[in-house]
């Protein structure tokens, strides 16, 4: 038998989209068939070389079955984590209460394209309260109507009460509800941060629930989100919705309701007042009854928030304005003079210089109005308190007069703070004291 030849083979493996040829040399073939191995020597070691490019093959041979080398070969896509995997891994996926801080202080504007996300994020940060969003209905433009339902966390309250006439002791009282709409009228509505800015619109809000002791706060944060959208591309003199109309588009949506509606045949779409074409002609306006409409043997106040100007160049004051506007008529007049007589008293203790806010009725404020919501609310529903809270726009500069801490501020948070902090203030215990027979909780 001739000397079996030298035998040389090679492994071929495919690593992270590169090949590797391994040789091993120096194996005999015996008579046997069998291969042995001969102890390997420094110079016989495994050879282990990269290799991308394509293996040479010859003319007739097969391919090989292992894929081909390639620059785009799809790697094995990453194993996905289970929800539990993932809740097992809390302390690289928690997010840091800092981190949670840092996101709120970023909302800025509150935009009308994405207001539920943004509220959603706002309510995280109110303390012992439970905020229910509800979208109540979409504009002609498919924006949210939002309204944040705020009630009391008694989870962990320790408070103690006495019980009605016919409640156990273990049943909560049943509390009333204050309804408030912001930007009904959306005129200075960018200038007014408290309506607009997110800091300063958690403010205004952490003002109204303070009170979630006494009542249930509704609040519609964006009413006319539509009309927001416009004023935010520069145009200023804009107070109506963007629904289409015979001549121009829009409609007064605090001109909309059904009450003494368009008295004044002679307004056309163009102008910034116009009604509409019928009392509740808009998505907005139906929206505001339909709350009415489920929640009125429980609603004990409506305020409608807005700016009482398109500019900070125009200067009429702070005012809180009462039933009616559609007549100089005015009935129940009693309480709305004692809740003057309670404003007038708590602003002579402000330190902000414009130290009076109007008390008057719609009438006396604008003239004869007509479809207003303030006047909807208590002539057709009853509302026992509904007013239209009107804030002065200020400019947003460092003025030269100090705050009760010694700090630099600005007129229109000095204006949040010393103003409206206070109307807000005594406005929900008035409403309290006059509906509990002056009784102190």
Same mark, same amino acid.
């Given at each position: ?202 403010? /205004? ?37 963007? @629904? ?8 007064? /949506? ?74 100089? @008529? ?67 500069? @460092? ?43």
């Amino acid at each position: 038998m001739s000397k079996p030849e030298r035998i040389d083979w090679y492994l071929l493996i495919f690593y992270q989209e590169n090949f590797y040829i391994i040789r091993k040399p120096d194996y005999k073939a015996e008579d046997n068939n069998t291969i042995t191995e001969k102890s390997l020597n420094a110079h016989d070691k495994p050879i282990f070389r990269q290799h991308n490019a394509k293996s040479k093959r010859t003319k007739g041979e097969k391919p090989p079955k292992w894929p081909k080398s390639s620059q785009n070969h799809k790697r094995k896509p990453a194993t996905r984590m289970t929800k539990m995997q993932m809740m097992q891994q809390e302390d690289t996926t928690k997010i840091s209460k800092e981190q949670m801080e840092e996101e709120d202080h970023m909302i800025g504007q509150l935009s009308p394209y994405s207001i539920k996300q943004q509220l959603q994020q706002i309510v995280k940060t109110l303390p012992n309260a439970n905020v229910t969003i509800d979208v109540i209905g979409r504009t002609v433009e498919y924006n949210d109507i939002v309204l944040l339902k705020i009630t009391e966390d008694n989870t962990t309250s320790d408070k103690y009460f006495r019980a009605n006439d016919g409640k156990y002791a273990e049943d909560l009282p049943e509390k009333k509800i204050i309804f408030i709409v912001h930007g009904l009228s959306v005129m200075g509505y960018n200038y007014l941060s408290c309506l607009s800015y997110g800091p300063h619109f958690t403010k /205004l809000l952490s003002y109204y629930i303070a009170h979630l002791d006494k009542f249930d706060i509704f609040l519609i944060p964006m009413a006319n989100p539509d009309g927001v959208a416009v004023t935010r591309n520069n145009v200023i003199y804009w107070n109506k919705n963007v @629904s289409p109309q015979d001549h121009c588009p829009g409609v007064s /949506l605090d001109h909309n309701f059904d009450i003494a509606w368009n008295n004044n045949n002679s307004v056309n779409s163009c102008h910034q007042k116009y009604p509409g074409p019928a009392p509740f002609s808009e998505a907005e306006t139906r929206a505001v009854r339909d709350v009415f409409h489920k929640y009125n043997h429980k609603i004990v106040a409506y305020l409608n928030v807005h700016a009482g100007s398109y500019s900070s160049t125009t200067f009429k004051g702070d005012a809180v304005l009462y039933p009616n506007g559609y007549t100089d @008529s005015v009935s129940d007049d009693d309480k709305y003079i004692d809740l003057k007589g309670e404003i007038d008293e708590v602003m002579r203790n402000a330190s902000f210089q414009v130290m009076s806010v109007t008390v008057d009725t719609l009438h006396s404020w604008y003239g004869k109005i007509s479809g207003s919501s303030v006047d909807y609310a208590s002539t057709v529903y009853g509302i026992p308190f509904a007013l239209e809270l009107v804030m002065q726009l200020y400019e947003d500069t @460092s003025s030269e007069w100090k705050n009760q801490d010694g700090q630099d501020t600005n007129y229109e948070e000095s204006a949040l703070d010393e103003i409206w902090g206070r109307v807000i203030y005594v406005t929900f215990n008035y409403i309290w004291k006059t509906l509990n027979g002056n009784e102190v909780q």
